[in-house]
């Protein structure tokens, strides 16, 4: 069996560094002579910033110029044609002891299209109160090799020899805007596709420290809402089917917003950080559901490239 560990990257030469230097080790700890692992770095840097870290690990590298995570992830599919797996993880995620084989052995076990591992996100120290509260980082509690529905890439295994006669492709639409691995995995059980939970394939996720606001947290929830509506509308197929998606995303979304508010309200009369925080976020996530409904598309990573 050959599997690719594959890590798109963008201007983040420390992070890459950081993650080459874990996943390599673990690379290596689980090659024998059934299973064979390659690392793969692909860049979405036209000027290849992250050439160097990757050569000085001596793992593979493809820059791929066409902007949007959807395009590196469909080029590391492409780079990855002669093996029967492939693993994506995100190069500001550092993996921990034994992620890489017990993702392998969950594969192994449950014998699934694809088999999603757990990310736990890196508090700075001085992280503001209000982020905290706002449980913008707590992800679904899920029991392990429990069967999903929709997974996201940041610790991911794809099983290529199962998936390549489905024929699906990341949606490039979705590059610059996020979305494009709910709607790639979300794709892959509608057509009898299956996905497991790891819950032991752990990487831990280091966002930058300055990200780590109030403003940021509340824009990421509405992003989240705006793929969320964007994906549902793609996924709708037929003129009327997604006339009626954008309906029922108006509507939830518009649920959101109300709720959210008068617990903002609620949080404010009662002095209570978390209702506060987390009903303005409930309202963010909703704006971002309507405005995805109405057409609108949030340009999070393009406005990520831009400030690189």
């Not at 084989?101 to 700075?124: D, I, K, Q, S």
């Not at 492709?169 to 509608?190: A, H």
């Not at 003129?239 to 709720?259: D, K, N, S």
């Not at 508010?261 to 409930?282: C, D, F, I, K, Y």
Request: net charge positive; proline share 3%.
């Amino acid at each position: 069996m050959i599997v690719v560990v594959a890590i798109p990257t963008f201007k983040r030469p420390a992070a890459l560094e950081a993650a080459l230097a874990i996943v390599t080790a673990q690379a290596r700890a689980v090659t024998d002579d059934r299973v064979t692992v390659r690392v793969l770095v692909v860049d979405n840097d036209a000027s290849a910033t992250g050439r160097s870290v990757a050569e000085s690990f001596e793992v593979s590298y493809a820059v791929e110029p066409r902007p949007g995570i959807a395009a590196v992830r469909n080029r590391a599919i492409d780079e990855s044609a002669d093996a029967d797996a492939v693993v994506f993880i995100d190069d500001d995620e550092v993996p921990e002891e034994s992620w890489l084989r017990n993702l392998l052995r969950a594969h192994a076990e449950t014998g699934a299209h694809a088999v999603a591992g757990r990310v736990v996100t890196r508090f700075p120290d001085d992280v503001e109160a209000w982020v905290r509260a706002s449980g913008a980082f707590i992800r679904p509690v899920r029991t392990d090799r429990q069967a999903m529905t929709e997974a996201a890439t940041n610790n991911l295994l794809l099983d290529l020899t199962l998936i390549r006669p489905l024929g699906l492709r990341f949606d490039e639409r979705f590059g610059l805007t996020g979305g494009s691995d709910s709607m790639y995995t979300r794709l892959l059980v509608s057509r009898g596709g299956t996905i497991r939970w790891a819950q032991d394939a752990v990487v831990i996720e280091q966002e930058e420290a300055a990200r780590f606001t109030r403003a940021w947290v509340l824009m990421r929830t509405f992003r989240f809402g705006n793929t969320a509506a964007r994906v549902n509308i793609a996924l709708a197929g037929s003129a009327p089917g997604r006339l009626m998606a954008r309906a029922r995303m108006c509507v939830r979304g518009g649920v959101r917003v109300a709720g959210g508010l008068v617990r903002w309200a609620w949080g404010t009369l009662s002095r209570s950080l978390e209702h506060r925080a987390r009903g303005l976020r409930t309202a963010y996530r909703g704006a971002g559901m309507v405005g995805g409904a109405v057409g609108y598309a949030h340009d999070e990573y393009g406005r990520r490239r831009a400030s690189a």
